[in-house]
């Protein structure tokens, strides 16, 4: 019997401290919750600009002033989408038959590819390119355009067509926090046709100063990104 008692003592004596020291083990740590996904330090995003900009090139006389607005999404800050739309609404053209400069609008779909640079893609220089429409709008003097009767009447007459475009560029974007800016320069090149869409004298004046227009279009801007 006290063989018996000696035992269950030494027992206890072993197990209590086990015990004891189970009982005040730290929790398991949780593992952390992952991040939102990034290229490095750059997380996924929206960007918006709006900008002006001037137009110059081979198809235009003078620089001229335009205006615009972007809008983007950068999956991981490095390849995404973008929507642009500018406006000229004196584009210089040389041409005795204008009765005043023409507006020249284009809307683009573009592919765009960034490269975040510094903590947080601060700085993201980045290249853009696609297609979309070239719209020309011209006001011309009827005595220089084609009449039927053969007279020439007195006035203007408003041309306005459309052609499929193509535009690439390439600039760069800078951020402190969601405010920053956008710069680029940018290529656009309407598409050449050889025969008439319009019937009237009017279009097709118009869709020949259209045919194969190309300029470039410097642009800067205050841009959000979120």
Same mark, same amino acid.
């Given at each position: 019997m006290? =063989?018996s008692?000696?035992v269950?003592?030494?027992?206890?004596?072993?197990?209590?401290?086990a015990? *004891?020291?189970a009982?005040?083990a730290?929790?398991?740590a949780?593992?952390?919750?992952s !991040?939102a996904?990034t290229?490095g330090?750059?997380?996924?995003h929206w960007?918006v600009t709006g900008?002006v900009?001037? $137009?110059f090139? #081979?198809?235009?006389?003078d620089?001229?002033?335009?205006f615009?607005?972007?809008?983007?999404?950068?999956?991981?800050?490095?390849?995404?989408g973008? *929507?642009?739309?500018d406006?000229a609404p004196s %584009?210089k053209?040389?041409n005795?038959?204008?009765?005043?400069?023409?507006?020249? $609008?284009?809307? =683009?779909? $573009?592919a765009i590819? *960034?490269? !975040?640079?510094g903590g947080?893609?601060q700085?993201?220089?980045?290249?853009?390119?696609?297609?979309?429409?070239i719209?020309?709008i011209a #006001? *011309? $003097?009827n %005595?220089?355009l !084609?009449h039927?009767?053969?007279?020439f !009447?007195?006035?203007?007459?408003?041309?306005?067509q459309? #052609?499929l475009?193509t535009?690439?560029?390439?600039?760069? =974007?800078? %951020?402190?926090g969601?405010?920053g800016f956008?710069a680029?320069?940018?290529y656009y #090149?309407?598409?050449t046709d050889?025969? %008439?869409?319009?019937s009237?004298?009017?279009?097709?004046?118009?869709?020949?100063?259209?045919s194969g227009?190309?300029?470039?279009?410097?642009?800067?801007?205050?841009a959000?990104r979120?």
């Amino acid at each position: 019997m006290r =063989m018996s008692a000696y035992v269950i003592t030494a027992v206890l004596s072993a197990g209590l401290p086990a015990a *004891a020291r189970a009982q005040s083990a730290p929790p398991a740590a949780v593992p952390p919750t992952s !991040p939102a996904p990034t290229a490095g330090e750059t997380q996924s995003h929206w960007t918006v600009t709006g900008f002006v900009g001037s $137009n110059f090139g #081979k198809s235009t006389l003078d620089p001229s002033v335009a205006f615009g607005g972007q809008a983007a999404y950068l999956w991981r800050g490095v390849i995404g989408g973008e *929507a642009i739309a500018d406006f000229a609404p004196s %584009f210089k053209l040389d041409n005795a038959i204008l009765s005043e400069n023409p507006r020249t $609008n284009s809307y =683009m779909a $573009n592919a765009i590819f *960034a490269l !975040p640079l510094g903590g947080g893609g601060q700085v993201q220089p980045y290249v853009s390119g696609g297609l979309g429409g070239i719209q020309l709008i011209a #006001k *011309a $003097n009827n %005595f220089g355009l !084609p009449h039927p009767t053969g007279t020439f !009447p007195t006035g203007t007459s408003q041309g306005n067509q459309f #052609k499929l475009g193509t535009d690439v560029g390439g600039g760069v =974007m800078a %951020f402190t926090g969601m405010i920053g800016f956008r710069a680029d320069v940018r290529y656009y #090149k309407a598409s050449t046709d050889t025969t %008439f869409q319009s019937s009237t004298a009017v279009g097709q004046f118009t869709e020949t100063l259209l045919s194969g227009l190309e300029f470039w279009r410097a642009n800067i801007g205050i841009a959000v990104r979120w």
